[in-house]
């Protein structure tokens, strides 16, 4: 099936050509470990999660090397360790075990590479050597920076003029350097810092810029050619385009990456996240409300991948109502042989449109609605089957069983508290039982009383 992608350097939809059937290349940009992972990093490592279940289906897995990189050296890194008091190893090993935490509970695909930045120093150096050689870079004031007035094309990928970039980048205050958007690639240790936040180097110890570890590590694993570079719209300038610059100028010929692929950034209730508004949420603070991984990666996927998505807590629960309505619908069905072979082709078309996974998210729903209004056992066993391989298919673990209350909630716990609020209506004592209905409401669990005096409850 053709897959087609909007490629942010052309600035089109194009369909997606590889340039090796034999071996799909794709990079993307991991986190930077020096703080718990917020549901913006979410966003994007389940959009480009999606695009790798999709080039798994058409071209096989051994046949798709996915790259995500871990930056494990980085100013902020060196700040938090020294303000928790804490070493810069203990730090990364930390946060980076929390991401991969994170991204096992979003039910996210393991790339076949995470290549981390420290292990990589002497393949940044090897390319800063290229540039200084052929006269892209240049030393001053003990620093190695990227001369962008030696590529010509450097506004391509981001569409804006130079001045429109400069305004509210920040950038090394140097004198020394030529202009002011010319771009570190190697900086020396500062005064008084651990020395296991530096490396050696032709130039002292230092340590590199943020934007040559990319450069390295997508070398080191894809060569100096690949099929497809993803991160959040918020890369595209400086890092993307840097990126490409000194990339391209070190390998000359090369196209680095032929299709360069954005997601759209997550507000909060409408707003930038950031600590002093108090309203930045990270995945670790969803795993201690309870909230199933599942609810997140819908919620995640609910807009277009290239779109804005804001968090709220009625788009969350928007998302665990419509999961919910999912289990209600196939909840009496026995779906035993449910698999990818049952996918219909109008679901893979939307994914293939340029991941238009909110289309994808309403055919499923639709598949529940059918299963409501039919009246026919094989029909609505068909329609089951196709809802469950489609949300299996976008990485949702939606269970066949008949029993997937018993999954979400402690369910002997819930028939007792039914039973102690029967036993207090009985007894007239009016304050227990509303009692009991708050405390499972606050569970999620509402309670509806039937003419014959049963009471039955459901998982919102």
């Not at 051994?62 to 930056?71: A, D, F, G, L």
């Not at 943020?210 to 894809?222: D, F, G, Q, T």
């Amino acid at each position: 099936m053709k897959l087609f992608l909007h490629n942010t350097l052309t600035r089109n939809k194009e369909e997606f050509k590889p340039l090796d059937c034999k071996l799909v290349k794709m990079y993307v940009c991991g986190p930077t470990v020096y703080d718990s992972p917020h549901i913006g990093n979410a966003r994007a490592m389940v959009v480009y999660d999606i695009l790798y279940r999709l080039l798994i289906h058409n071209f096989g897995k051994e046949c798709v090397q996915y790259v995500r990189n871990i930056t494990d050296v980085d100013d902020k890194i060196i700040e938090r360790a020294s303000s928790r008091k804490i070493s810069i190893a203990d730090l990364t090993a930390e946060v980076t075990k929390e991401f991969h935490s994170n991204i096992k509970y979003l039910g996210c695909l393991t790339p076949n590479v995470e290549p981390t930045a420290t292990s990589h120093i002497d393949d940044m150096i090897m390319i800063i050597k290229k540039l200084l050689a052929s006269n892209n870079a240049y030393i001053a004031n003990q620093h190695v920076y990227f001369d962008v007035s030696t590529y010509p094309e450097y506004t391509k990928l981001s569409n804006r003029k130079f001045d429109e970039m400069l305004d509210g980048v920040r950038n090394e205050n140097d004198p020394s350097k030529k202009q002011p958007f010319d771009f570190v690639l190697w900086k020396p240790a500062n005064d008084n810092e651990a020395r296991s936040a530096n490396f050696d180097s032709p130039w002292g110890v230092g340590r590199p810029g943020w934007h040559i570890e990319c450069s390295a590590m997508s070398n080191k694993y894809l060569g100096a050619d690949f099929d497809i570079h993803g991160g959040g719209a918020d890369l595209i300038f400086p890092h993307h385009t840097n990126e490409i610059a000194q990339s391209k100028c070190a390998f000359p010929n090369s196209l680095h990456a032929k299709y360069w692929v954005h997601n759209g950034f997550l507000t909060c209730n409408g707003e930038k996240m950031s600590k002093s508004l108090n309203n930045f949420i990270t995945v670790h603070d969803l795993i201690d409300k309870k909230i199933k991984g599942d609810v997140v990666r819908l919620f995640l996927m609910s807009s277009h991948y290239r779109k804005p998505l804001d968090y709220n807590d009625k788009a969350l629960e928007d998302a665990q109502k419509m999961i919910d309505y999912w289990y209600r619908a196939i909840e009496y069905l026995d779906i035993t042989n449910a698999s990818t072979q049952d996918i219909p082709e109008e679901f893979l078309l939307a994914l293939f449109d340029d991941m238009n996974i909110s289309l994808a998210i309403k055919i499923i729903n639709d598949y529940a609605k059918l299963i409501f209004s039919s009246i026919d056992e094989k029909d609505k066993h068909l329609k089951a089957c196709r809802l469950i391989s489609c949300a299996n298919f976008i990485g949702l673990t939606m269970q066949s069983s008949k029993n997937w209350r018993s999954c979400e909630v402690n369910t002997s716990l819930i028939n007792k508290l039914i039973t102690d609020r029967g036993e207090a209506k009985l007894q007239k004592n009016w304050a227990r039982a509303d009692e009991i209905r708050k405390i499972l409401l606050e569970d999620g669990v509402t309670l509806e009383d039937q003419a014959n005096g049963t009471t039955i409850w459901k998982k919102l």
